[in-house]
């Protein structure tokens, strides 16, 4: 069975650092993208960053120059170090796996990230 583990979150004060971490295991298609999206109570879930097969990245302007994604395509890894962690960071963040021939979709249960002030 498909399965996309997330790994990493918890509580740091504002300023600190965390990573998190996304295995995707039982996907038979290539994985083209793999993303990490977040919500806070009472909002919606946003995209803050995307990696292509590539290494090709894309990120949300409020986490540019503090987030950083990466992968490990070997084993079907994604990654979001987080530094400068602000109040405002404080989510649920769901890892994302697109993959490249059906053009499906998994997501993980999600990891909790609280940043406090």
């Known amino acids: 069975q498909v399965q996309l583990v997330e790994s990493g979150g918890g509580l740091v004060q504002a300023g600190g650092s965390l990573r998190l971490s996304c295995a995707a295991s039982?996907?038979?298609?290539?994985?083209?993208?793999m993303a990490w999206y977040r919500q806070a109570p009472g909002k919606q879930r946003e995209l803050v960053a995307a990696i292509r097969s590539s290494g090709a990245t894309n990120s949300a302007d409020s986490v540019k120059g503090r987030f950083t994604i990466s992968r490990d395509n070997a084993k079907n890894t994604v990654y979001l170090q987080m530094n400068s962690l602000k109040p405002e960071d404080t989510a649920n963040y769901y890892c994302?796996?697109?993959?490249?021939?059906?053009?499906?979709?998994?997501w993980g249960q999600g990891t909790q990230v609280t940043v406090s002030s």
């Open positions: 039982g996907i038979m298609d290539s994985i083209s993208t």
């Open positions: 994302n796996a697109a993959t490249t021939l059906r053009r499906d979709n998994y």
